[in-house]
Structures are given as structure tokens and as C-alpha cells.
């Protein structure tokens, strides 16, 4: 039941442009009386007109026909003969107030029609702009948290508070988000969701259910607490609209991903299987050889053949150490754990880290470093980043011949800072440019037991290059003519710059 | 003068692990102490007076910064950390309870022998402070406030000469970013990491002949920094 007092206020709202209309009558017949006094006025009805066509333009057409009819009393009494009578004597006069009456209705007509357009723009333009603000933030949503606070938070002033969310999940209705209530959704009300979500409508008094749905189905129910007035229905129903598809359109994308990543898995399964198998136990074989020649020696043995086997364990156990660590590195990856920490980082700590870590492999190469001087800090991820490169350091290194000089460069490019590797080893063919970030590929032409790491480097350098932000791209001017590896790496906000510290 | 064998204690859960460690640094002149947990270790740093210690983080009955925490409250024998990599917070913990360095699993024993002499000697060394710090072409004269590079004196403002002097009181040990902000620019500054990468970027600029492979104010990745010593050149 509506309260009285509810009544109340709506008589007093929609008496007030009647009450205006009387008082902006009065107000004319005043300044017509002031005239009158002055000068003879032949139509003084005209006058009345301008009371008609403001409360037309304000409050709509039918304050204004009120404010004609008194118009037309307020004449007739005060101003034509017989005065203070509403009998209306000269036939001028009475000519004079049937013009005024059509006039007047026409007037009112227009005026009242161009108020009605005007609110209606008005709104219409006010629903465009919530709409558009809605979908630009659903669109600009990364995660499926993210949209869907975004949704409540813009339904909310619609459906009402507390509002809660819910989706599909294991094949019955879950609330995926809340909004102004940190309790539980009561269960009846799950209940009549999921009625509603069966196309069974169940109405629950002082609760508002709506369906979220697509073309191609139901994706969800929003439950809201009924507010006082009902919002604009039409601006609601688009809300809803764009809501329903934003969840439909995240929902595909993460299937798809899915479908990919089991593809992806199957195969990866089997190349890691055939890389364990091999890479695992072939150095674990020189390791256990090495190691039981030199027992056999006892006392006695060449001493140089003594260093050369102690020496061919130390670099086998590195070479597993080195394929281990990859490994931990790619599970990690497809495990979704790698969280980069950004920072604002200089890359020059970056590059100089990454040398450092991967001397000995490069002891045999000449390494020309070009960073220039005023190169901006970036927002990185340090221990990512220095991975990353020392795998393309490491890649370089092995497939170069030694001697052959790697050169790291990087410069400024529109908005990015691009990091080069080059060296100038056998180069990669135009149709392996993107295979060698595959996992476990190897160059075919490349040599025999390249890379400690499997084959994995550069699929783990592009995985947490990405993670950074940035992207990372081979490129090979043809055979024998070296190869470039060329990472992009964003420039932070220019706010994140702007803090500098003081010298003293 | 006959030189007295220095002591290093192990501490290590991993027998295999100790057992290299012994073999490899008795085979270098050092006597070994073994210790395989956190209440072996304590009680051997008191009978056993070592030298060094050579702290794994993870044992079984305590955790090995804790061991670190412990021994700080009433010893300044250098401590070395044996850890996994991946682990940088830990890292920046065990520098900031005072570890003297840092060696990540796996490791070489050349590498560990270096550094061991190095601290070994520094510690013999800061007992008497030279006044003047020499390493390569830089020279810091800390009781004149003066800063030489190749001979030529360098500028620097109050602040990059004080960030420098902590780092020079530390010389060869790496100094976390958060000691290196509590000292320079006080407690209330000490997470402004981005701040103090922006200020060393100043320092090198004058200190170094290439900022972008600096000789002397090296980064410990993720860590902070540490200014060269004259033998880790």
C-alpha cells in the first residue's frame, strides 16, 4: 500500500505548475492593469498570451489551458464592459476572446509539444550517456571480477541495494558478485532465481529479479532489493541488455582459451616427455660414466684425462641444472603462476645483471653493450626481465660461433623502448621466425646439442617478456647474416616519472 | 708465523650437501664444523668459536633466518646464506638482519672459495679503517669529504656524498635498499625504492665511466646495492 503521506506529497508536486500558472495570470492582469491606466489597450487579451505560452513552456499543456481559462475570466471582469462582471457587452470584445481562446490552444499545443520533446531529449541523452559510460567500462573490464562489479555498481540506482549477482556454476545458480550487503543471498531467493532462470517467472514481494539474457540464452539473474520509485525502466532494460552479452562474451572467450590451452597441453605433454627422456638422461649418463672412470683410476691415471673427465661432469651438471631450472620455469608459466611485480627499474641494472649471470657463457664471445645514457626507467618486473634476457644472452651464445661478437643495444621508439641482441650467427629461416618461442623446438640446421635448455629459453623469454607488458619478435636478415632478437618494452605513465628526489 | 686454520661452520639439513662443503673447503686449508639443524648450530657457534658460518635457510626445526636473528643479537661473524633461487624477499631479509652474503644453490666451489677469503680478509681489515677507500680508479677520502675518480676530484651534493659513505663503510657487502634509504634520507623515506633508483642513477653518473656497466656501485638485483671492493675487481 502507498502511505497517505507518499499521496500527499504527489497532489502538493503536481499542484504546484497550477499554482504558478494562477500567480503568472495574476502578475499579467496587474501589469495590464498598469498599462490600461496609461494608455487606451484596444486587445488586452494579447497580453494574457504571454502567461499561456510561458506555462506552456514550462510546465506542459495543461497548466497552460488552465492558465488560458483564467486568462479569458480575468479579461472579461476586469477589463471589458461591463467591468467586474463576466458578461462580456461589445461585440469586438467577444470577437477579441474567441481569437485569444484559439490562439491560446494553439500556442499551448506547440509549446507544451516542444517542453515534452525537450525533457524526453533530455533523458534520452542522459540514458545515451549512462549507456555508453556502462559499456565503455564493461569493455575496459580485464578481469571476470572486474565486470561484474562494474555491472552492479551501474544496475544498482536501477534494480536497488543490496544487489547481488548470479551465474551458472556446476549447473546451479551461484552469486558470482554482491553489491551493498556482505550476507549471503537468502536462499528463497536463490530459489525464485533459479525459477526465473528456468523461464518459470516467481515473483517475491519487495524483491526485484531480473534476467540476464542473450540471443543465444540465459547467462544469469540479478537480485536487487526493490527501491521506492521505480528508475527508468527502458534505460534499465538496455542496461541489462549489454550486461548480459559482456557475460556471454567473457564466458566464450575463457572457453575458447581453455579449448586452446588442452590442445596446447596434449601436445606439450608429449614433446616434454620426449625432452626428459632425452635431455635428462643423456648428461646424467656422461655424469655417472665420468665420474665411475675416474673411481676406476685409483692412484694412478693420466692426470690430464683426470681433469678432462672432472671437467665434463662440472659442465654436465650444469647443463642439468640449467634444463631443470627451465623446466621449473615452464611449469610455472603454465601453471599461470608468474605475477610480475612492476617496478620503475633501470634497464641498465637489468642488462648488467643478466651479463653477469651468464659470463661463462659468453666467455668466448666479445659483448658491445649501446644503452644510451638518458634512456627513461620503465616499469618492470626486474627478475623477469633479467631472465628473460639472459635466455636471449644464453641463445646467442650457443648458437654463434666463438669469437663472434653479441651486441646489445636498445633505444627509444615511439612510446616504447625496443632492446635489440644481436649476433652474428647462422640466422634463423623466414618461416622458423615465430616456431623458435615455440617450446621445445629446435632449429633444424642448428647445432646438435644447442641449448641446455631444450629447446626452452626463448619460450620462457617471450612468456615473461609478455608478462612485462612488452612483446618480443625475432628477426634474421637470411642465412649466415646473424640474428636479432627484438624486444618492445611500454614506457610507464608519465605521472610514475614525474617524482623525482630532491639532491639534498 | 704459522697461520692458524680458520673456522667455518656448515650449517646444512643436507648431508650431501655438507659433506661437498667439508671436502672442498678442508681441501682449502679451512677446519670444518658440521651443523644440521638451528639448535646444533647455535650451540656449535659457542663451543666451536668459528670463524664463518655458512647458514642453508631451510632447516628442519627452525627456520635459518631465524639462526641469522639469533646470532646477530650478540655476534658479527660474517654469514653466508645457501638458498634456492626465486627467493628474493628472503634474500633482502637475510641482508637486512646483517648476512654478510649471499650464495644461491647450485653453486661452484671457485666462486664460494673467493668469496669466503674475501670476507675473511675485510674482517681483519675493518678492524683498522683506512681513511682514505681505494678501488680501481676511485678514491674516497672520508675524512676530507673527498671524492676522486682517475685522479680528478668529482662533486657531489650532500646527499649523493652521504649515500656514498654508507656505502663505502659497507664496501664489498651489499647494502639493502631500505638501509641504504633509513641512512640517507631517514625512516620516514625507507620504501621510496623508486627514489633511490633514481638517485644512484645521479652517483653514477659521476662516479662511473659507463653508467650503463658500472664498475664500482654495483646493483644486487631486487636487493640494493653494494659498492665494489678492491678484490672483487
Known amino acids: ?504 | 708465523m704459522t697461520e692458524i686454520a680458520a673456522r667455518i661452520l656448515v650449517v646444512d639439513d643436507e648431508p650431501q650437501i655438507r659433506k661437498f662443503l667439508r671436502l672442498g673447503l678442508e681441501g682449502h686449508g679451512y677446519a670444518v664444523l658440521e651443523a644440521a639443524s638451528a639448535e646444533a648450530a647455535l650451540r656449535a657457534m659457542v663451543s666451536g668459536q668459528p670463524d664463518l658460518v655458512v647458514l642453508d635457510l631451510g632447516l628442519p626445526d627452525r627456520e635459518g633466518i631465524e639462526v641469522l636473528r639469533e646470532l646477530r643479537e650478540w655476534s658479527r661473524i660474517p654469514v653466508f646464506i645457501l638458498s634456492v633461487r626465486n627467493r628474493e624477499g628472503e634474500k633482502v631479509r637475510a641482508f637486512e638482519l646483517g648476512a654478510d652474503d649471499y650464495v644461491v644453490k647450485p653453486f661452484g666451489m671457485p666462486e664460494l672459495l673467493a668469496r669466503i677469503r674475501a670476507a675473511l680478509r675485510r674482517r681483519i681489515e675493518s678492524d683498522s679503517p683506512e681513511p682514505v677507500y681505494r678501488v680501481g680508479g676511485l678514491q674516497v677520502d672520508l675524512a676530507r669529504r673527498l671524492v676522486r675518480v682517475d685522479n680528478a676530484e668529482v662533486r657531489l651534493s650532500p646527499k649523493q656524498y652521504r649515500l656514498l659513505q654508507v656505502l663505502v663503510t659497507h664496501a664489498g657487502k651489499v647494502v639493502t635498499h631500505r638501509q641504504l634509504l633509513e641512512e640517507v634520507w631517514g625512516p620516514a623515506h625507507r620504501d621510496d625504492i623508486q627514489y633511490l633508483r633514481v638517485f644512484v642513477r645521479k652517483l653514477r653518473r659521476r662516479l662511473e665511466a659507463d653508467p650503463a656497466r658500472p664498475r664500482y656501485l654495483l646493483t644486487e638485483l631486487g636487493v640494493g646495492y653494494r659498492l665494489r671492493a678492491p678484490d672483487q675487481l
Open chain 1, 1 to 504: 500500500m502507498l502511505s497517505d503521506a507518499a499521496l500527499h506529497i504527489r497532489s502538493i508536486n503536481s499542484a504546484t505548475p497550477y499554482l504558478m500558472s494562477a500567480a503568472l495570470v495574476a502578475v499579467v492582469a496587474l501589469a495590464a492593469h498598469a498599462l490600461t491606466r496609461l494608455t487606451a489597450l484596444p486587445h488586452v487579451s494579447i497580453l494574457f498570451l504571454a502567461a499561456v505560452v510561458a506555462s506552456a513552456a514550462i510546465w506542459g499543456f495543461w497548466p497552460s489551458l488552465f492558465a488560458a481559462l483564467l486568462s479569458i475570466a480575468a479579461t472579461s471582469f476586469f477589463f471589458y464592459s461591463p467591468i467586474f462582471s463576466f458578461r462580456v457587452a461589445d461585440a469586438q470584445n467577444v470577437a477579441d476572446l474567441a481569437v485569444f481562446v484559439i490562439v491560446a490552444a494553439f500556442t499551448s499545443r506547440l509549446a507544451a509539444n516542444a517542453h515534452a520533446r525537450a525533457i524526453e531529449a533530455r533523458r534520452q541523452q542522459q540514458s545515451i550517456a549512462q549507456l555508453l559510460a556502462f559499456t565503455e567500462r564493461l569493455a575496459g573490464s580485464a578481469t571476470d571480477s572486474e565486470l561484474h562489479g562494474v555491472i552492479l555498481e551501474h544496475l544498482a540506482p536501477h534494480l536497488g541495494r543490496p544487489i547481488w549477482l548470479l551465474l551458472p556454476e556446476e549447473g546451479r545458480l551461484a552469486v558470482a558478485a554482491a553489491l551493498g550487503d556482505d550476507s549471503a543471498l537468502p536462499e528463497p531467493l536463490r530459489h525464485a532465481a533459479e525459477r526465473l532462470m528456468n523461464a518459470a517467472d516467481a515473483p517475491v514481494s519487495g524483491w526485484r529479479l531480473e534476467l540476464l539474457a542473450t540471443a543465444q540464452g540465459r547467462v544469469g539473474v540479478l537480485v536487487a532489493r526493490e527501491p521506492g520509485a521505480p528508475a527508468d525502466r527502458q534505460l534499465a532494460k538496455a542496461l541489462l541488455g549489454h550486461a548480459a552479452l559482456a557475460i556471454e562474451r567473457a564466458r566464450l572467450r575463457r572457453e575458447i582459451a581453455d579449448a586452446r590451452l588442452r590442445a596446447q597441453g596434449e601436445a606439450l605433454r608429449e614433446a616434454l616427455l620426449n625432452s626428459v627422456s632425452h635431455d635428462l638422461q643423456t648428461p646424467l649418463a656422461a655424469i655417472l660414466g665420468s665420474a665411475s672412470a675416474l673411481e676406476s683410476f685409483a692412484e694412478g691415471g693420466d692426470p690430464k684425462v683426470r681433469c678432462e673427465l672432472t671437467a665434463a661432469i662440472r659442465d654436465e651438471a650444469e647443463r642439468l641444472a640449467s634444463y631443470i631450472e627451465n623446466l621449473l620455469d615452464l611449469t610455472r608459466i603454465r601453471a599461470g603462476q608468474i605475477a610480475p611485480r612492476l617496478e620503475l627499474v633501470e634497464l641498465a641494472d637489468i642488462v648488467d645483471a643478466a651479463l653477469r649471470r651468464k659470463r661463462k657463457a659468453l666467455e668466448h664471445h666479445a659483448v658491445e653493450v649501446a644503452l644510451p645514457p638518458d634512456l627513461p626507467m620503465l616499469r618492470l618486473d626486474l627478475f623477469l626481465m633479467e631472465h628473460a634476457l639472459a635466455n636471449v644472452l644464453d641463445n646467442a651464445a650457443k648458437h654463434t660461433p666463438a669469437g663472434s661478437p653479441v651486441r646489445i643495444a636498445a633505444r627509444l621508439e615511439k612510446g616504447e623502448v625496443v632492446l635489440d641482441v644481436t649476433d652474428s650467427g647462422a640466422g634463423v629461416p623466414p618461416q622458423d621466425l615465430e616456431r623458435i618461442f615455440e617450446a621445445f623446438y629446435r632449429c633444424p640446421g642448428g647445432p646438435e646439442r644447442a641449448s641446455g635448455g631444450a629447446g626452452l629459453g626463448l619460450a620462457i623469454c617471450r612468456a615473461f617478456v609478455e608478462a612485462n607488458g612488452g612483446s618480443v619478435a625475432a628477426l634474421s636478415a637470411g642465412p649466415g647474416r646473424g640474428t636479432t632478437l627484438r624486444m618492445r618494452l611500454p614506457l610507464p605513465e608519465p605521472s610514475a616519472l614525474a617524482e623525482a628526489f630532491s639532491d639534498d
